[in-house]
C-alpha cells in the first residue's frame, strides 16, 4: 500500500497536532453553550478525523453519522449529492451541528449539506475539514475550522480513499499518478 504513494503531505506527528489545536478551538468556540453540541460525521472518509478529533475535544457532545456521496469511483466528482444514510433526530432545534468532513473540493456537498440541515431545523450549523483544497472549488463555501489548506492533489489515507483503498494509512499522501492512470 505504501508503496503507491508518491510522497507523505500530512505526517502522523503533524495531523495530531492539527487535531489538538481544532479541538481547542471547538472547545473554546462552544464553552458557553449549555444545550447539545452534536458532531456529524460524514461517512466514510470522515470516520478517522472524527475518532481522533472527538478524544481531543473536553466539553460534552454527541456522534452521529450521516452518509452523502457526491462522487462515482475514480478522482472526479460527479457534481450530484446523494444522501445514503440521514439523520433521523427529533431534538435538532436543541442541536448546534458542527459537521465533520475529511476534505473540501469542489464544496458542493458541504454547502448542500449545511442548508439541508438548517432547513431540517438545527439550531446551528457549522463545519469543520481535515483537509481543504480551495483551488478547486466550484461553490463558493467558507468552513468554520480547517486543519490545513492543501494544493490541488489526489490525496489519500486518514480515512481518504481511492476506490475504497489506503484508508488505513495512518498520514496524508499523494498517490503515485501511475496507480490512478491505468
Ligand atoms: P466536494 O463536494 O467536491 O467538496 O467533495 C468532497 C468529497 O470528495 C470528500 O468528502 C471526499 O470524499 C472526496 N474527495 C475530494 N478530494 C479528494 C481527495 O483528494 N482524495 C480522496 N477523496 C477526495
Ligand atoms: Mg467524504
Redesign the pocket.
Do not use: A, C
Given at each position: 500500500m505504501k508503496n503507491d504513494i508518491a510522497y507523505t503531505l500530512v505526517s502522523e506527528a503533524e495531523i495530531d497536532a492539527t487535531v489538538s489545536r481544532i479541538a481547542a478551538e471547538i472547545d473554546r468556540d462552544y464553552a458557553d453553550r449549555s444545550k447539545g453540541l452534536l458532531l456529524l460525521c460524514?461517512l466514510k472518509?470522515?470516520v478517522v478525523f472524527m475518532g481522533d478529533l472527538m478524544k481531543k475535544i473536553e466539553r460534552p457532545v454527541e456522534i452521529d453519522f450521516m452518509k452523502?456521496?457526491?462522487?462515482g469511483s475514480g478522482?472526479a466528482?460527479s457534481g450530484k449529492?446523494n444522501i445514503m444514510l440521514d439523520l433521523h433526530r427529533s431534538d435538532l432545534a436543541n442541536l448546534d451541528i458542527l459537521v465533520i468532513?475529511?476534505?473540501?473540493?469542489?464544496?458542493?456537498?458541504?454547502s448542500?449539506l449545511v442548508e439541508y440541515l438548517k432547513l431540517a431545523g438545527a439550531r446551528s450549523v457549522k463545519t469543520c475539514t481535515m483537509?481543504d483544497?480551495p483551488d478547486?472549488r466550484?461553490v463558493d463555501?467558507t468552513p468554520d475550522y480547517v486543519g490545513k489548506i492543501i494544493p490541488d492533489?489526489?490525496?489519500?489515507g486518514y480515512g481518504?480513499?481511492?476506490d475504497e483503498k489506503y484508508r488505513t494509512l495512518p498520514f496524508i499522501g499523494v498517490l503515485k499518478e501511475e496507480v490512478y492512470s491505468n
Open positions: 460524514i472518509g470522515s452523502v456521496s457526491s462522487y478522482t466528482s449529492i468532513e475529511d476534505i473540501i473540493d469542489s464544496g458542493r456537498t458541504l448542500y483537509l483544497k478547486r466550484v463555501f492533489e489526489f490525496v489519500v481518504l480513499d481511492y
